[in-house]
Nanobody, 124 residues
Framework: QVHLVESGGGLVPAGGSLKLSCAAS????????MGWFRQAPGKEREFVAT????????NLADSVKGRFTISRDNAKNTLYLQMNSLKPDDTAVYSC?????????????????WGQGTQVTVSS
């Protein structure tokens, strides 16, 4: 059973930066593709970024390209999301997720394990 715990969320002014972390335990992190998703109040869950098992291949939503970076440290069993030039529209609960497999995916139904999420609030 994979256990995921996010951290690093908070309140930041527009234009600011945050770095989210997702610590994984209980599984084989280094063989699993990972993803970040977000959900704002009253909206559906939205894909943000995904990374394959080696960290060599990534994919980001168009809305965050050029501002967000996804990365991973397999030695530390940790996934990251560096968020720069934050906008009020980025306000949401951000959750990390793990697949059974190594190939990345932007489809949340492809993910078997989810963290509880961390709140990111961007003030205007």
């Amino acid at each position: 059973q994979v256990h995921l715990v996010e951290s690093g969320g908070g309140l930041v002014p527009a234009g600011g930066s945050l770095k989210l972390s997702c610590a994984a335990s209980g599984g084989t992190f280094s063989t699993q593709a990972m993803g970040w998703f977000r959900q704002a109040p009253g909206k559906e869950r939205e894909f943000v970024a995904t990374i394959n098992w080696t960290g060599g291949v990534t994919n980001l939503a168009d809305s965050v390209k050029g501002r967000f970076t996804i990365s991973r440290d397999n030695a530390k069993n940790t996934l990251y999301l560096q968020m720069n030039s934050l906008k009020p529209d980025d306000t949401a609960v951000y959750s990390c997720a793990a697949r059974y497999y190594g190939a990345f995916s932007s489809n949340p139904t492809d993910y078997a394990y989810w963290g509880q999420g961390t709140q990111v609030t961007v003030s205007s």
